[in-house]
C-alpha cells in the first residue's frame, strides 16, 4: 500500500519533468554560457574555445569605465521615472474607466492600443513627431508663436523625449492589470464602505489600493524589469545621445558587442543588469508576500463581515 502511496504522489513530478528540464536547459544553459565568456576576451573573429580567459579582467574593466557608469545611473534614472508616471497613469486611468458609462468599453479599447504597435514602428513615429522642422510638436509650437522644443539634440530634451515615448506605449500595460484587479475586489468591502459613510477618495485610498497591491506590485515588478531592457525604441529616437544621455545598458551592451566587438565585455555588462534584476526581483517578491497576507487577511474580514 505504501509503495502504491509513494508512486501516485511522484506521478504528477514524472509528467512535469520532461517539461521541467527543458526549461532548465533553456534557462541554465545560456546564463551559464554568458557567465563563461565574461571571463574571455572574445572577439567575434573566434570562436569561444579559442578565446583567452582573463578571469575578471572584464569586470574589473567595467568598475574604471566611464562610460559603463553613466550609462548605469542613465538606466536607474529612466526606469524610475518610466515606471513611476506609468504606474501612476495606469493605475488613475483604472480608477477613472472603473465606471458604467455608455461608450466605456470603447474607450478602454482605445487605451490599450499603444501596446500593441512594434517598438520599431513606436520609435520611428515619436520620431517624426520630434523632428526639429516638420514634427507636429515644434510646428504647432511655432503656430503659436513660441520656439521649437531640440526634442532629440539637447541632453534634457532627449531624455524627456524618450520617456514620454515609453509611458505612452506601456502606460496601457499598468492599465490593464489594474482594471482587472480592480473589477476582482470583494463588493462586499466597498458596500460597508459606503454604509459607513466613506467618501470614494477613503474607498480608493483604504479599500482599492490595499486590496489590489498583491497584483500592482507584480505589475510594478514586470514594468520594472522591462524597463531595464528597453532597446528598440531608444535606438531608433536617439541612438543613446547626444552624448550618453539616453544611453542605457540595453544599448551600451548592443554597441559594445556589435560596434566595439567587445563580446566578453558585453557579457559581462550583461551579468551585471543580470544581478541587479534578480536583486530587484528578491526584493519585490518578499514585499509582496507581505502584502498579500495583509490583503488575505482584509478579504477575510470582508468575507466574514458579508456572513
Given at each position: 500500500?505504501?509503495?502504491?502511496?509513494?508512486?501516485?504522489?511522484?506521478?504528477p513530478y514524472l509528467f512535469l519533468a520532461p517539461a521541467g528540464i527543458i526549461l532548465i536547459i533553456a534557462l541554465l544553459y545560456p546564463i551559464g554560457y554568458m557567465v563563461y565568456a565574461?571571463?574571455?576576451?572574445?572577439?567575434?573573429?573566434?570562436?569561444?574555445?579559442?578565446?583567452?580567459?582573463?578571469?575578471?579582467?572584464?569586470?574589473?574593466?567595467?568598475?574604471?569605465?566611464?562610460?559603463?557608469?553613466?550609462?548605469?545611473?542613465?538606466?536607474?534614472?529612466?526606469?524610475?521615472?518610466?515606471?513611476?508616471?506609468?504606474?501612476?497613469?495606469?493605475?488613475?486611468?483604472?480608477?477613472?474607466?472603473?465606471?458604467?458609462?455608455?461608450?466605456?468599453?470603447?474607450?478602454?479599447?482605445?487605451?490599450?492600443?499603444?501596446?500593441?504597435?512594434?517598438?520599431?514602428?513606436?520609435?520611428?513615429?515619436?520620431?517624426?513627431?520630434?523632428?526639429?522642422?516638420?514634427?507636429?510638436?515644434?510646428?504647432?509650437?511655432?503656430?503659436?508663436?513660441?520656439?521649437?522644443?531640440?526634442?532629440?539634440?539637447?541632453?534634457?530634451?532627449?531624455?524627456?523625449?524618450?520617456?514620454?515615448?515609453?509611458?505612452?506605449?506601456?502606460?496601457?500595460?499598468?492599465?490593464?492589470?489594474?482594471?482587472?484587479?480592480?473589477?476582482?475586489?470583494?463588493?462586499?468591502?466597498?458596500?460597508?464602505?459606503?454604509?459607513?459613510?466613506?467618501?470614494?477618495?477613503?474607498?480608493?485610498?483604504?479599500?482599492?489600493?490595499?486590496?489590489?497591491?498583491?497584483?500592482?506590485?507584480?505589475?510594478?515588478?514586470?514594468?520594472?524589469?522591462?524597463?531595464?531592457?528597453?532597446?528598440?525604441?531608444?535606438?531608433?529616437?536617439?541612438?543613446?545621445?547626444?552624448?550618453?544621455?539616453?544611453?542605457?545598458?540595453?544599448?551600451?551592451?548592443?554597441?559594445?558587442?556589435?560596434?566595439?566587438?567587445?563580446?566578453?565585455?558585453?557579457?559581462?555588462?550583461?551579468?551585471?543588469?543580470?544581478?541587479?534584476?534578480?536583486?530587484?526581483?528578491?526584493?519585490?517578491?518578499?514585499?509582496?508576500?507581505?502584502?498579500?497576507?495583509?490583503?488575505?487577511?482584509?478579504?477575510?474580514?470582508?468575507?466574514?463581515?458579508?456572513?
Open positions: 500500500m505504501s509503495v502504491a502511496i509513494k508512486a501516485n504522489r511522484l506521478t565574461s571571463f574571455l576576451d572574445w572577439s567575434p573573429s573566434q570562436r569561444i574555445g579559442q578565446a583567452e580567459f582573463i578571469g575578471l579582467r572584464n569586470y574589473i574593466n567595467l568598475m574604471s569605465d566611464e562610460a559603463f557608469r553613466e550609462s548605469f545611473w542613465v538606466t536607474i534614472r529612466f526606469a524610475a521615472v518610466v515606471v513611476t508616471l506609468e504606474m501612476a497613469l495606469g493605475v488613475g486611468l483604472a480608477l477613472l474607466l472603473d465606471r458604467n458609462i455608455p461608450g466605456m468599453a470603447v474607450l478602454r479599447t482605445v487605451f490599450i492600443l499603444p501596446m500593441m504597435i512594434a517598438p520599431i514602428v513606436v520609435g520611428l513615429m515619436w520620431r517624426y513627431m520630434y523632428h526639429p522642422t516638420v514634427g507636429i510638436f515644434n510646428r504647432t509650437l511655432k503656430d503659436m508663436g513660441l520656439e521649437g522644443i531640440p526634442w532629440l539634440s539637447d541632453s534634457t530634451w532627449s531624455f524627456i523625449a524618450v520617456v514620454i515615448a515609453d509611458v505612452w506605449q506601456w502606460t496601457p500595460f499598468i492599465f490593464i492589470l489594474a482594471l482587472a484587479a480592480m473589477q476582482s475586489l470583494p463588493r462586499s468591502a466597498l458596500e460597508a464602505a459606503e454604509i459607513d459613510g466613506a467618501s470614494e477618495w477613503q474607498k480608493i485610498i483604504l479599500i482599492k489600493l490595499p486590496l489590489m497591491m498583491p497584483v500592482l506590485i507584480v505589475t510594478l515588478l514586470l514594468r520594472l524589469i522591462d524597463a531595464f531592457k528597453v532597446l528598440e525604441v531608444i535606438l531608433v529616437l536617439t541612438n543613446g545621445g547626444p552624448g550618453l544621455s539616453t544611453e542605457i545598458l540595453a544599448l551600451r551592451i548592443f554597441r559594445t558587442a556589435q560596434e566595439f566587438q567587445e563580446l566578453g565585455e558585453a557579457a559581462a555588462m550583461s551579468n551585471v543588469l543580470l544581478m541587479l534584476l534578480m536583486a530587484i526581483t528578491i526584493g519585490m517578491f518578499a514585499y509582496n508576500r507581505v502584502q498579500e497576507a495583509r490583503a488575505a487577511r482584509q478579504r477575510a474580514i470582508a468575507e466574514k463581515g458579508d456572513d
